[in-house]
């Protein structure tokens, strides 16, 4: 049985502003998130943009430029501009695709590793606190809930 859409709060009649929505809270979550990693980012001398990239190189050395513009929802243009510069900073290495010369396979340098390596405490740092006086179970829900959120907005055309 489908649950029943949400249902936004009326405007109250004395022209109190109302409760604010899920999605506002969300958003204003995300925003101080956002603020957080970044100021996590420059104190360890990364480039907010780098992040993303780091983090999917890391865990998958060798993608191509495309599979990386996918991971970080950026477009193609915008994925190789960034890569230039992290390359001419000595944090990656593109080489072309023995197997398929159309394409180009990006790896993360020692210097580029050692980058993430210094951002991943960071980070971690700043999950914790996002998570603090959470429990395991509601840490678990909380994940379960956003992936479900993301799912939801994914096939929304606006």
């Given at each position: 049985?489908?649950?029943?859409?949400?249902?936004?709060?009326?405007?109250?009649?004395?022209?109190?502003?109302?409760?604010?929505?899920?999605?506002?809270?969300?958003?204003?979550?995300?925003?101080?998130?956002?603020?957080?990693?970044?100021?996590?980012?420059?104190?360890?001398?990364?480039?907010?943009?780098?992040?993303?990239?780091?983090?999917?190189?890391?865990?998958?050395?060798?993608?191509?430029?495309?599979?990386l513009a996918h991971r970080v929802?950026?477009?193609?243009?915008?994925?190789?501009?960034?890569?230039?510069?992290?390359?001419?900073?000595?944090?990656?290495l593109r080489q072309t695709d023995?197997?398929?010369?159309?394409?180009?396979?990006?790896?993360?340098?020692?210097?580029?590793?050692?980058?993430?390596?210094?951002?991943?405490?960071?980070?971690?740092?700043?999950?914790?606190?996002?998570?603090?006086?959470?429990?395991?179970?509601?840490?678990?829900?909380?994940?379960?809930?956003?992936?479900?959120?993301?799912?939801?907005?994914?096939?929304?055309?606006?």
């Amino acid at each position: 049985m489908k649950e029943k859409p949400f249902d936004p709060p009326a405007t109250p009649a004395s022209g109190a502003c109302p409760k604010p929505t899920i999605g506002m809270e969300l958003s204003e979550t995300s925003k101080r998130l956002h603020d957080c990693l970044r100021k996590a980012s420059e104190a360890v001398g990364l480039p907010q943009s780098y992040r993303m990239f780091l983090f999917h190189l890391e865990h998958e050395s060798g993608l191509t430029q495309l599979e990386l513009a996918h991971r970080v929802k950026l477009s193609a243009p915008s994925v190789s501009v960034t890569l230039q510069k992290m390359e001419r900073d000595g944090l990656l290495l593109r080489q072309t695709d023995e197997k398929d010369q159309r394409n180009t396979r990006v790896y993360l340098t020692d210097e580029g590793h050692a980058l993430n390596a210094r951002i991943h405490d960071a980070m971690f740092e700043v999950d914790n606190q996002l998570i603090n006086g959470f429990t395991k179970e509601e840490q678990a829900l909380f994940e379960s809930m956003l992936k479900r959120m993301n799912e939801n907005l994914e096939g929304m055309n606006l």
